[in-house]
């Protein structure tokens, strides 16, 4: 999930002005907050 957000900024942080929320993956027991 860390790559994944960490490309998804790198690739689209022209069109992110702010992002907020908690992040729930399938498969996985953890939840990942991020702002």
Same mark, same amino acid.
């Given at each position: 999930? $860390?790559?994944?957000?960490?490309?998804?900024?790198?690739?689209?942080?022209?069109?992110?002005?702010?992002?907020?929320?908690?992040?729930?993956?399938?498969?996985? $027991?953890?939840?990942?907050?991020?702002?």
């Amino acid at each position: 999930a $860390n790559i994944w957000l960490g490309t998804l900024l790198l690739e689209r942080s022209d069109d992110i002005y702010r992002m907020k929320g908690l992040l729930s993956v399938d498969g996985l $027991n953890e939840r990942f907050v991020f702002q």
